[in-house]
């Protein structure tokens, strides 16, 4: 047997290099991976934060209090075209709801809300909220132009609602 010339053994070693360098390589995706899931975890958690926050300031009490005083929903779209059509602050407050139910259901939209936690934040009350403003809605424009996300999201914790039972 004869041993190795040196082209062989440049060879080897540069295999052996390579090789090193590959599973370097796929470490470092590996551990890229793993970063940016924790950084995406991350900012959906405090986006859902910021959400529970602005659900429990004194604005967004103020239009749920509102909302409540209201027998049914067509008597709180009745009142809610009236508000509208005087230009009255009553609209501007109540507006407040429906434009955080909107913006909730376009971060859904964009994936940036885990919408699990939704789920088990709002369930069953986002659905209600929904039914509860849809004669408002539906006064405002034709189906789908006014928001539209609001509408989406509630379709879709329905849909989820329904099929695990809840």
């Known amino acids: 047997m004869t041993d190795p010339n040196w082209a062989e053994q440049v060879t ?6 390579g090789a090193v360098g590959l599973l370097a390589a796929i470490g470092a995706a590996a551990f890229g991976a793993l970063q940016v899931r924790e950084a995406r975890h991350n900012r959906q958690t405090q986006v859902a934060a ?4 602005r659900w429990e300031e004194d604005e967004l009490v103020e239009a749920r209090q509102l909302v409540a ?6 008597d709180l779209a009745r009142a809610f075209g009236d508000y509208q ?3 009255a602050r009553e609209a501007f407050v109540l507006y407040r709801e429906l ?5 909730l259901g ?4 964009l994936g940036a809300l885990n919408f699990d936690l939704v789920r088990l934040l709002l369930g069953q009350r986002l659905v209600d909220r929904w039914e509860l403003w ?3 809605v539906a006064a405002m424009g034709p189906e789908g132009s006014v928001y539209p ?3 989406q999201l509630a379709a879709k914790m329905r849909t989820t609602l329904a099929s695990t039972g809840a």
């Not at 080897?12 to 290099?17: G, I, L, Y």
């Not at 910021?50 to 926050?53: A, H, K, P």
């Not at 434009?99 to 913006?103: H, I």
């Open 12 to 17: 080897a070693v540069a295999t052996a290099v």
């Open 50 to 53: 910021d959400l529970l926050r």
């Open 69 to 74: 005083g209201f027998q049914t929903r067509e």
């Open 85 to 87: 059509a005087r230009n």
């Open 99 to 103: 434009d955080y139910f909107e913006q």
């Open 106 to 109: 376009a971060l859904d939209q």
């Open 134 to 136: 849809e004669p408002s």
């Open 149 to 151: 996300n609001f509408a």
